[in-house]
């Protein structure tokens, strides 16, 4: 029990990191920031602001990762915030941190993550546009994420278990003044 709540607070403090990356990153006119305008476009389709591009037509540009990016991953939460070229991610029970790296002129996720987990610790861009993010992990994980509004906190996030009542603690006897 006393793992799991660990691990469900370091979840906490990452995700809280996370948004505070995002909350730092001030506003940048280069970025869409309309993230439920057009969750349905598909990636490469001109339905962004031309700051990204599909990996498969050329290198996506790193300013177009800026953000964060949620989703569902076999029924789990995945959320990914990328500020400055820092990466923070919290899935299922992996906390993750890391860089986007460039390797070969085409964008990476380089990430470390707690507890050992390795499914999400290179991941390559498959394709980026303003709304959307989709990543292929080199654990085989595939995330399709999608842009997080900035002034509203994501939902549907699973809560940490709830405490036990705890014994009342003893009354302690009083000190004599020295």
Known sequence: MTRSLRTGAV????LAASLALTACGGDDASKDSGADSSAGATPG???GNGSGESAGSGAADPAALEGTWVG???AKNVTVSISARKVALVADQSVCQGDVKDM???PMLALKCTGGSTDRTMGAIDSV???KLVVSWDGGV???LTKADPAKLPSGMPSL??????????DLPEVPAP
């Open 11 to 14: 979840a906490v403090a990452a």
């Open 72 to 74: 569902l991953t076999d």
């Open 45 to 47: 389709s001109g339905g």
């Open 161 to 170: 278990p709830g405490m036990p009542d705890l014994p009342e603690a003893p």
């Open 129 to 131: 546009d303003g709304t």
């Open 104 to 106: 070969g002129g085409e």
């Open 142 to 144: 595939k995330d399709t």
